[in-house]
Every structure is written in C-alpha cells, then in structure tokens.
C-alpha cells in the first residue's frame, strides 16, 4: 500500500456528494455526483492490507478488491480497471446497484467504517469510459460453435460476453423491445442512467454478440427451433414472477405491482411516448408495501411524479444503527440505512402489516394497517395498534418467487424444485443435453452481484461442454451459498 497507515490518518468513510434533493426531484438523472479524485485516492488508502481479505469471500465474483484500491490510491487508474476487469464484466453495473456485501465484510469495518469498496470500483469504471479504455475484445478466431442466451439481465450478458470472447457464435434473446433486463426498465433512471448500460451494450455487440429484442421465446421461437438451431442454450430469465397479496380489497383498482408501475415510468424517464399502461402518481396519496430496494425505487419514483404523499411500510422493525451482536463481523448485518429516495420526502413505518384495502366504488382509497411483533418466528398484530392510511393508489414490493413457467419448460424439459427455480447439477447443467441454467432463475430472487458471477461461471461450463475444455474462470457453483447471509 501507498500508505500501510492509511486506515489509522483517515478514518473518515467519505462518499460524493448527492444533489441537492429540490433539484434533483425535477427529473431523472442520477443522484451521486462526481467524486472528487483526491477524495477517491484518500478513501482507496484505507484499504489495510489486512493479509486475509474477507471482502474477497464475501463477493462472489472474488474481486481483487485491496489490489485496485492500491492501485487508485497510487493514481494508477488504467490497471486498476485491468484488474477490476479480470473478475468483473460490468463493474459499474455493481458499483451503482449491488447492496456490497463487501463492505460488511470488510477487516476495517470491525472497529471503523469500511472502505467505501463500492464507490471505489464505480469510479475506477467511469474514469475508464472517460479515457475511453472500454474497448472491445474480439476473439481472434471463432469456433463454429452456437449459444442462444435467453434473457438479457446481468447474468445472460455475462454468460454471453464470455462466451462471445472465447469464439463462440452467441445471440441473447430478449422479450422486451429492448435488450437490458430489469436493468433496462425495472431500475429507474435516477440509480443508474441507461447510457449506462447502453455503452456496454455497444461494446458486446462490437465484440460479436448478436441481440434480439422483442422476441419471446417459448411463443415466437419454440424452445424445440432453438436446441436445433443451437448447440447450447444458457436459460437466464431471471425470478420475475412477483409475489402477491391475498387479502380483502385486492380487487379495487388501484393497487398495483411494482412492476406494472415502474416500466412504464422508466420508459417516459428516458425520453420514450408515454404508453397506455402509465400509472401517474401525481396528486395522489401513495403507498408501498415493502420496505426493499424496490420499495425505494417506487417511492422515489412517486415523488418525482408528484405524488401528494408517499408512505413506504416494512413489515420489519426498524433496523438498528450499529451492527447487532447477533449479527457479528463479518456477516451483512440488519442495518437502518437510508436511500437516496428516502432522503426526498415522504414518511417510512416500521412493524406495519397490512390487514385489508379500502376502497369506494371499485376504487381503493386506503388500507387498514396494524403494528405486528415476531412470537415464536410468526407475526403476530399488537391489539389496539389498527390505524387507517389514505391511499389512492397502492404499490406492491414485496419481491418475487421465482422464473414465470411458460411454454419453454415443457419444451426445454426444464424441471423445477419446491421453489419454483429451474433444477442445474452444480455445473449449471440441466437434465436436457445443452441446456444450461443461470443467475435467478436457478439461484432465486438476489443480489446483482451474484448474478454476474453465475453468467461467467455458466459461461465456463457450457464452454467446456461445447469444447472438451475450458479457460474461462468459474468463480462459483451453481449451489454456492452466500459466505456473509
């Protein structure tokens, strides 16, 4: 290190400024502003050189992270994004949206605040494409071998990015009109902007890898025309299917998934025709049952529309400020934090469960809440707690149970467990000769981080089967369990 007593001279954790919250609730951009470059090396001098790196174990995609943040601190930024590189394809798809379980990890976060890993790895990506070091890397000769990709999120872009570098011919299919996933129009604009995304989009497709939107396979391509088309087919469709709520009212209109409500928005976010299925929160009292990342992207959402009042409900209770002794070092412990969304307005209530929507003339107009305390791992509604909220419109964010079972199932002979995610041996293989399974569709609803590492580690696998043999690096199995959970 630069500095072996980094850690000790600074020991302030110090992240870019946010803009300010009037301004920023005036459209979508991003809310982080740049961070200033002699910050950035302070903060990458915090890395200890502690000898035994837990934030390696803790990231899936084993990121060399005391290596690039030596090499920020030295002001050597080109290899340090060789170096993020080596394990990661979309680092600054990480750097914005992974919740870093690094961070809880890390040795420095045992008596101080940790190094900021995340913001670190984001800036080594976008002073990257800056200098115009993201380049594309066209394999030197192609093997006469086929992959079809279904799906476009982070793990069927992974998977298909080593594979298209390793010479294979590889086409990502994609239902949507455009290629991205839930990273296209789940996320909204102002977590990560989609110029974002859209320039590695170019620079897969300038290596090779061939994109087809608006094509659902199952229904418009058969699963039976792909495995003859292909020689091997890598399943990355992701856990859409949403939870839902069986409870009276749910049948007032109004109330609606997140999921109906946030592609649209992010569609009108980025500058496309405001489509029929627009949910407009403006002027409206808005609840969110959910008190995850996605609850937060719908009630900032809410508040740039101009909704008249915005309240998020966790059925948790409010997370403490310290890490718990239940929760020791160097596991991802039950913090309260607070989202750039949350900073914006509106109002959080913890312990809040849902007991039934109100409504009038078919329409919702409220919902019956009451506080509720774990008893004997059930939760359980505290009497005398049943309070009434206004709501006009209700957004369910209560996460997702798995892959959607359509056609393809039968006709890739996919089998699926008590969970509804798609059965893979280790090696990601499924039962059907050629079919591979990636990222949450076999893993289940998690974190982009491990998403990434799937799609490379799948990537490897289909191929070795493809070629006998395989240099690609798979950085875990397909049963691998999260080290920090």
């Known amino acids: 290190m630069v500095d072996p007593r980094g850690f000790l001279t600074v020991r302030e954790r110090e992240l870019p400024p946010r803009r300010p919250v009037p301004l920023r609730l005036m459209d979508w951009r991003e809310v982080y502003e740049t961070q200033d470059r002699a910050q950035l090396k302070r903060q990458a001098g915090r890395c200890m050189d502690c000898g035994i790196p837990f934030c390696h174990n803790a990231c899936p995609l084993g990121n060399l992270i005391p290596e690039w943040n030596d090499l920020v601190s030295r002001g050597d930024m080109r290899e340090a994004i060789e170096r993020l590189h080596a394990t990661n394809n979309f680092p600054e798809f990480t750097g914005k949206l992974c919740p870093a379980p690094c961070e809880s990890a890390c040795v420095l976060g045992i008596n101080?605040?940790?190094?900021t890993i995340k913001q670190v790895e984001v800036m080594i990506a976008e002073n990257a494409a800056d200098s115009g070091w993201i380049t594309p890397q066209v394999p030197e000769r192609l093997t006469g071998k086929t992959v079809a990709v279904i799906g476009s999120g982070p793990a069927g872009l992974a998977a298909a990015q080593q594979?298209?570098?390793?010479?294979?011919?590889?086409?990502?299919y994609e239902r949507d009109d455009k290629i991205g996933g839930l990273m296209r129009y789940g996320i909204p604009e102002f977590k990560m902007e989609r110029s974002v995304l859209d320039r590695r989009l170019a620079q897969m497709e300038a290596e090779g890898t061939r994109f087809r939107a608006g094509v659902n396979i199952g229904v418009d391509i058969t699963g039976e025309q792909l495995r003859d088309r292909y020689d091997a087919i890598v399943v990355a469709t992701g856990a859409t299917q949403w939870r839902e709520v069986d409870l009276p009212g749910r049948d007032l209109a109004g109330i609606h998934q997140a999921m109906e409500y946030l592609p649209p928005t992010n569609r009108i976010a980025v500058g496309e025709e405001r489509p029929a299925d627009y949910i407009d929160a403006h002027g409206l009292d808005v609840v969110i049952i959910g008190g995850g990342d996605t609850?937060?992207?719908?009630?900032?959402?809410a508040l740039r529309q101009g909704a008249k009042s915005v309240t998020q409900l966790d059925i948790y209770p409010m997370g403490p400020q310290e890490r718990a002794?239940?929760?020791?070092?160097?596991?991802?412990?039950?913090?309260?934090?607070?989202?750039?969304?949350?900073?914006?307005?509106?109002?959080?209530?913890?312990?809040?469960?849902t007991q039934a929507f109100i409504g009038e003339d078919g329409k919702v107009t409220g919902l019956r809440i009451v506080e509720v305390r774990k008893v004997d791992g059930v939760w359980t509604p505290v009497e005398g707690t049943e309070q009434d909220l206004p709501a006009q419109l209700v957004l369910l964010a209560i996460g997702f149970s798995g892959p959607e079972h359509g056609d393809l199932v039968g006709q890739l002979g996919l089998q699926a467990d008590a969970r509804t995610r798609f059965t893979r041996t280790p090696g990601y293989a499924t039962s059907t000769p050629g079919v591979f399974v990636a990222g949450d569709a076999g893993r289940g609803q998690s974190l982009i981080v491990w998403a990434i590492a799937e799609g490379r580690a799948c990537a490897a696998s289909v191929d070795e089967f493809l070629m006998g043999d395989t240099a690609l690096p798979s950085p875990i199995r397909a049963d691998a369990v999260p080290l920090t959970a």
């Open 163 to 172: 594979l298209t570098r390793s010479g294979h011919t590889v086409a990502v």
């Open 295 to 301: 609850g937060s992207d719908c009630y900032g959402t």
């Open 325 to 353: 002794e239940t929760e020791p070092w160097p596991t991802m412990p039950k913090v309260f934090s607070v989202s750039s969304s949350h900073e914006e307005g509106g109002e959080r209530k913890f312990s809040a469960s």
């Open 112 to 115: 101080q605040p940790p190094v």
